[in-house]
């Protein structure tokens, strides 16, 4: 965008002025990683450059050549690796995933304000981006709230990739849920990058449970993630899992029960697995693996 106008990629003059301004710009300083970052609201623009009868004409070509420049810059730099940016990861489609590494941050919807609210958001965003792309980054704010509000916000923005910012000046921050809370990410991160399949039909409304798993079929290990929100009046709910061995036994571990249970592959497939969340709202992480007869 330059002047508050939006500069027109698709016009091929435009976009190869451009391309060879980045591509000089590149080989001078030698840089080998670009990130684009696309901070803004282009439908408008679009719309204004179209006769009521040619909508949509401007945005197509205007794709076309964001597609074509990257193409011509990675042509250029056969080594390069592009980040893809636009407002955390509004541009998350497939052509772009072809081209770019990330989103590194799938979202810029956190919670500034330290208000409740956006983990519902977040919820929902690990539930639809989890089927189309394996790995994805976010970050959290470690907010002023109860413990249980704390573990249950955490947990909603827990991916493949995270973070927790926290006020290292403040005395008052509890470092020891702090760890506990990163040293659980760091357990189940890497089942982030197996087999995903979701438990419940996607929903953001308060009265409903929302619940993900993935799995490890190779190393016989997977995770659970289940949320309570605010409004559901019931507090457990059974879900049946997915791509475990029928034959197999599976110790399964609560991050908020001491101990660990057994339960066969088919009972956890047929019968399902109940869990509990006391909490309104709260989260559970519930982590198995398989163990040996």
């Known amino acids: ?8 990629i698709g016009n091929p003059d435009a976009r190869q002025w451009l391309t060879d301004h980045v591509d000089k710009l590149m080989t001078r300083q030698g ?14 623009y679009w719309r204004k450059n179209d006769a009521p009868d040619r909508q949509g004409m401007t945005e197509n070509l205007y794709i076309q050549g964001h597609l074509e420049y990257w193409d011509e810059l990675r042509h250029r ?7 893809s940016c636009a407002s955390g990861g509004r541009r998350i489609d497939l052509e772009t995933l ?8 799938r979202s810029d919807y956190i919670a500034f304000d330290g208000k409740p609210g956006h983990e519902s958001g977040n919820q929902g ?18 907010r002023d709230q109860t413990r249980p509000q704390r573990i249950y916000n955490v947990r909603s923005y827990m991916g493949p990739a995270f973070g927790i910012c926290v006020d290292v000046r403040r005395a008052d921050v509890d470092w ?11 357990q189940v991160a890497p089942c982030m990058l197996g087999d995903y399949y979701p438990l419940t ?12 798993q993935f799995d490890r079929p190779e190393e016989g290990d997977g995770v659970v993630q289940a949320f309570r929100r605010e409004r559901c009046e019931a507090a457990s709910q059974a879900y049946r899992l997915r791509g475990l061995d029928q034959a197999a036994s599976y110790e399964i571990t609560n991050f908020d029960a001491k101990g660990s249970i057994r339960s066969s592959g088919k009972d956890l497939m047929e019968k399902g697995l109940t869990v509990e969340i006391p909490d309104k709202p709260g989260a559970a992480v519930i982590v198995y693996r398989r163990v040996q007869q």
Do not use: C
Not at 77 to 83: K, T
Not at 98 to 105: S, V
Not at 176 to 186: E, G, I
């Open 1 to 8: 965008m330059l002047g508050g106008q939006l500069f027109n």
């Open 31 to 44: 840089i080998d990683l670009y990130r684009q970052d696309f901070n803004m609201d282009p439908l408008g």
């Open 77 to 83: 730099h056969p080594s390069l690796q592009i980040d």
């Open 98 to 105: 072809r081209r770019a590494a990330g989103p590194h941050t």
């Open 125 to 142: 965003q690990t539930f639809g981006l989890s089927s189309w792309l394996p790995y994805y980054g976010q970050g959290v704010y470690y």
């Open 176 to 186: 020891d849920l702090y760890r506990r809370l990163v040293d659980q990410w760091r």
């Open 201 to 212: 039909s996607y929903s953001l409304q308060l009265d409903q449970w929302i619940a993900w």
